[in-house]
């Protein structure tokens, strides 16, 4: 038992001294861990793609490896051990929940690169965290929203009460109550990511209540096929992926995750040795969170409006949260003029003023 | 009421959403009276709404999809029928087992079928009776498969009460040596309520695919046969109440997230409990009141048959 | 034609024999379903039974395999015990989540202090949670004789719900910059259920497992509790002659599961998870029902189930990420395990015989 123990230690030593790339080959390893399984059609599948979009970049210099449907926590670490085992040079790990994993195994391994999506610690040089600016697209969808709107309530599909998703809220809000102040929103949370039965009955409900622009932050189309059915009357957006079957109507537009630019670039430049660690917050800017296009379903005018506006916030001449803006509770978050720091937006955990409801604690 | 809810649109919508899970727990009910566990109503779900799916894209007919959904979830019991009724295999775990092979071959199955809609299956047109006001929107504007689940109810019901089918399927989940002792074909009649069990789970799969969603993704069932094994016993095996516990659980469903849309200011965290606790509490206040309700499982619930001679 | 009889004792032979034979059956067909996928079978089944094992990262995987194989064991221990005397807890990952919650906000109550007595202290209050959750059901059934299945199982949901809001509310982390989750407990040394030494995979989650395994045995072979427990799920009425209180039974069954759930849960956060996320729990409850049976209700039979299974996942991981197949063909391929396993016992308890058509 001492003597395995040992060698173990040792072995474990060995790794650390070769950053486990002991399979050293002249192609590429670029290794993927997702937290749900890639046919979602939603989270998973956009990282998915921007996976394939490396292959097809690189050819025969790379090597692809994924493991789908990955829970968060001791299972993630494992597998990402493995891979850095197994040989993968650079390994994405594609969900918020494996954070505190990808610093321990990135510890243990120091040659191999580590991407994490949406995190914010680095706690080795290896480690690098991405994330994308999905409240660019949002603040796009209530500008389309707020003008749409014949019954001046608009809805959003909540998935749990964390900051990425309040920071959406906010920003379609915002931006619908600025071209309709007499718009309301309705929230729902569902408690879920994935779970379409239940996005279906969300989204359901809230036509009931007479809602019929529908926004959601869960990863399922079943929101959008609830809006088809009421023929024409409610209209709604693709999320993640473009959700292009549903075009022109209800779907009128999309936030498309497209990590493509972002993998090929990183895998890139681990193949010619410039890899460094970065924190990016890539937008529309970047072409990392991508407006799908916007349909003949709405009036040529708004399009142009919302078209503007995306090049607007691409340009960097437009933030969707430029002050003046209250939070909820009357109490004042940002002055005349004044723009949001990506700080205070990553730990959004207030509702901006006239939005009802709390958000779950 | 708060804010601007319809009781007639709330009515209506829990009706539907009730469907998937009240045909897997009229299947289940079946299975389990005649004497069989089967745990795995998930995965006869999964499989029916993946093969309905399939054949009704492929074939461009939602009442063949529906066929095809069916049949899919009858063709995976036919599994868990052989396992326990042949080879003599523990219920609970075969049920398991299913459930867990039925998500995984689903989704290889379903591997082309990302991202495509289904045809589309409309309202039953009853014509101008959707148009009388409450009634209409409750009782007329329903696919076929809200009617098809109620009618269901009853012939179940009837079945059991007076059919002497039902009798015997009864007598076999009562007591399998005294019925086989009277020369019923144990086995037989079991692998027959497992398939019927197998074939509505299939269809509850198939209306979410098709109807209730309708597309196909992996997971899509995402924890509704656990809830229809819940109404069976809820129901404390009648049909009716089966009946009635789908659509409690269904209309607590629906209605707080309509809450949630009205802004009705009751704490989220405990809307999304509630179909669950209330589910809990209206049992026991049930079970409580006649006492011995809950003893109302078949005496032979969950073992194995095998004739000595 | 074929006829099945019953053998008066089990076979000593076939019980160990079955597994074998159900594991090589498993490799033929699922063999053939990699090779429909366009897969190299050979090489699937390799990477799926023989790398974890004796491959070349052994050393690291067989740690893991405790790690993967503890929970599930502890878990369908104690739910054994319940399902030998007829009770139907399938709520243990309610369970496992509200043990989780108990200890960790214990732990977390008391960060930043050091003290030895921290991590024993959170284990007791795992077992309570999970406890206290168990009782749910377990009181109801005794008072208003509400059906423990449908209980324990919504128990599952609302503990996913109160998951949800400890990671996002009351125990979220107050450095985390307002993201989900809790502080994580492997910077907290007095609270942390870290490796008994470096890479051994076994924590003290495992030891408790293998403890558990002990306890159990003896209580069963030796205890007159454990008579009692077989006797109840035999024949309840019977029991009821002998002097078995069902109620008590009951509370206890269900008071076991919850705690051994419990502390599986807290052994698992405050270790490989490391802390409250909104997806902490992943399945090992429900896993640990097929666990049990898997290990036909013994002891010791549910601690070469529960390896058994770590294999198949950690196996599968590797089959995925080296080989690229599907998740669900994993996923598929353990189901195909599972039902040769369960359909070659027939051999243990049956003998087949050749026998001529007689007239019914």
């Known amino acids: ?361 | 009421m708060f804010g601007g809810i319809d009781p007639s649109l709330l009515i209506a919508s829990l009706m539907m959403a009730s469907v998937p899970i009240l045909l897997a727990a009229l299947g289940e009910l079946v299975v389990e009276k005649a004497g069989v566990l089967n745990l795995g109503v998930e995965g006869m779900m999964i499989m029916g709404a993946i093969c309905g799916f399939i054949t009704a894209v492929e074939t461009g007919s939602p009442m063949l999809g529906f066929l095809g959904g069916a049949v899919g979830g009858a063709a995976l019991s036919l599994l868990f029928a052989v396992l326990t009724q042949v080879m003599q295999a523990n219920q609970v775990a075969s049920g398991l087992a299913l459930t867990l092979f039925g998500i995984g071959f689903s989704s290889l199955l379903g591997q082309s079928y990302v991202g495509i809609k289904p045809p589309h299956l409309g309202a039953v047109p009853f014509g101008p009776l959707a148009d009388i006001p409450f009634f209409g929107k409750v009782l007329f504007g329903h696919d076929l498969f809200v009617y098809l689940s109620i009618a269901a109810v009853a012939a179940i019901w009837a079945f059991l009460k007076y059919a002497r089918g039902g009798l015997i399927l009864r007598a076999v989940g009562e007591s399998h040596d005294a019925a086989h002792a009277l020369g019923y074909k144990v086995v037989r009649i079991r692998v027959l309520a497992i398939a019927f069990g197998g074939a509505m789970a299939g269809l509850g799969g198939a209306y979410l695919s098709l109807i209730r969603v309708p597309q196909w993704v992996d997971g899509i069932t995402a924890g509704a046969g656990w809830i229809a094994l819940a109404i069976v016993v809820f129901a404390s095996w009648r049909p009716w109440r089966a009946l009635l516990g789908a659509w409690l659980f269904g209309g607590i469903t629906v209605l707080q997230l309509n809450l949630q849309a009205a802004q009705a200011g009751i704490p989220v965290e405990y809307l999304s409990m509630s179909p669950y606790v209330i589910t809990i509490l209206v049992l026991v206040l049930m079970s409580s009141g006649r006492g011995k309700t809950a003893l109302n499982a078949p005496a032979c619930l969950g073992q194995n048959f095998h004739a000595a001679r | 034609m074929l006829k099945l009889e019953r053998r008066p004792t089990p076979s000593q032979f076939w019980s160990r024999a079955t597994p074998v034979l159900a594991v090589a059956l498993t490799v033929v067909a699922g063999g053939i379903m990699f090779a429909l996928l366009g897969k190299n079978p050979f090489e699937a089944i390799r990477t799926i039974f023989w790398d974890p094992l004796f491959g070349e990262f052994a050393w690291y995987l067989r740690g893991q395999l405790m790690v993967k194989a503890g929970p599930l064991i502890l878990i369908a221990v104690g739910l054994s015990l319940g399902f030998r005397a007829g009770i139907w807890n399938i709520g243990a990952e309610g369970q496992y989540i509200m043990g989780a919650i108990a200890g960790a906000a214990l732990g977390l109550a008391v960060f930043p202090t050091e003290n030895r007595l921290i991590f024993p202290a959170m284990v007791m209050a795992g077992a309570l949670g999970g406890w206290a959750w168990a009782m749910i059901p377990a009181i109801l059934k005794t008072r208003f004789n509400t059906n423990e299945i449908l209980v324990s199982l919504m128990l599952v949901y609302v503990a996913q719900t109160v998951l949800a809001m400890a990671s996002t509310g009351f125990l979220r982390n107050p450095e985390g910059a307002g993201f989900p989750g809790s502080r994580n407990f492997s910077g907290y040394e007095a609270a942390r259920n870290g490796f008994l030494w470096e890479g051994a995979g076994l924590h003290w989650g495992g030891v408790m497992a293998l403890a558990t395994v002990v306890a159990a045995y003896v209580l069963l072979q030796r205890h007159i509790l454990g008579f009692q427990i077989k006797l109840s799920g035999q024949a309840p009425r019977a029991a009821r002659y002998a002097g078995v209180k069902p109620d008590r039974l009951v509370v206890l069954c269900l008071g076991v599961a919850g705690a051994l759930a419990g502390m599986a849960g807290l052994f698992e956060v405050s270790g490989p998870a490391g802390q409250i996320s909104i997806d902490f729990n992943s399945g090992y409850g429900f896993t640990a029902i097929i666990v049990a049976f898997l290990g036909r209700l013994n002891p010791v039979g549910i601690l070469f189930a529960g390896l058994l299974m770590a294999l198949t996942y950690i196996g599968g991981e590797m089959a995925a990420t080296n080989l690229g197949l599907p998740s669900a063909a994993i996923q598929a391929f353990q189901g195909m395990l599972l039902f040769f396993l369960l359909a070659c016992d027939l051999l243990t308890n049956f003998r087949i015989r050749l026998a001529k058509r007689e007239a019914h």
């Open chain 1, 1 to 361: 038992m001492k003597r395995r123990t040992l060698l173990a230690t040792a072995a474990l030593g060995l790794s650390l001294a070769f950053g486990g790339a002991a399979h050293a080959q002249d192609k590429t390893k670029a290794c993927f861990i997702y937290v749900g399984p890639i046919g979602d059609l939603g989270w998973s599948y956009q990282h998915h793609q921007g996976a394939l979009a490396v292959q097809k970049e690189f050819g025969d210099k790379v090597e692809l490896a994924w493991q789908e449907s990955v829970p968060e926590g001791a299972d993630a670490e494992r597998v990402m051990t493995q891979m850095a085992l197994g040989g993968c040079d650079i390994i994405f790990a594609t969900s918020f929940g494996y954070m505190d994993q990808v610093n321990a195994v990135a510890k243990k391994f120091p040659n191999v690169k580590f991407e994490h999506a949406t995190g914010f610690k680095r706690e080795s040089p290896n480690v690098s965290t991405y994330n994308a600016r999905f409240y660019e697209g949002r603040a796009v969808q209530g500008l389309i929203a707020g003008k749409m709107t014949k019954t001046n309530k608009i809805g959003y599909i909540g998935s749990f009460p964390i900051p990425e998703v309040v920071m959406g809220i906010n920003a379609y809000y915002l931006q619908a109550k600025k071209v309709n102040p007499n718009v309301e929103l309705s929230v729902v949370w569902a408690f879920t990511w994935f779970d379409p039965a239940k996005e279906a009955d969300a989204a359901k409900a809230m036509i009931e209540q007479g809602v019929d622009v529908i926004a959601a932050h869960t990863d399922s189309t079943a929101p959008l096929a609830e809006a088809a059915k009421s023929g024409g009357k409610v209209i709604g957006f693709g999320q993640a992926s473009d959700m292009a079957d549903y075009k022109p109507s209800p779907r009128v537009s999309s936030i498309i995750d497209n990590w493509a630019p972002y993998y090929v670039k990183r895998v890139g430049q681990v193949m010619d040795g410039t890899w460094d660690q970065v924190d990016v917050w890539a937008g529309i800017k970047e072409g990392e969170v991508e407006i799908g296009e916007i349909t003949d379903a709405i009036p040529a005018e708004l399009k142009a409006e919302a078209e503007a506006m995306r090049d607007a916030i691409a340009a960097g001449t437009y933030h969707p949260f430029t002050g003046p803006i209250k939070k909820q509770d009357g109490s004042d978050w940002l002055a005349e003029g004044a723009t949001a720091p990506d700080g205070d937006l990553l730990g959004m955990n207030f509702f901006v003023e006239g939005i009802k409801g709390d958000i779950p604690k």
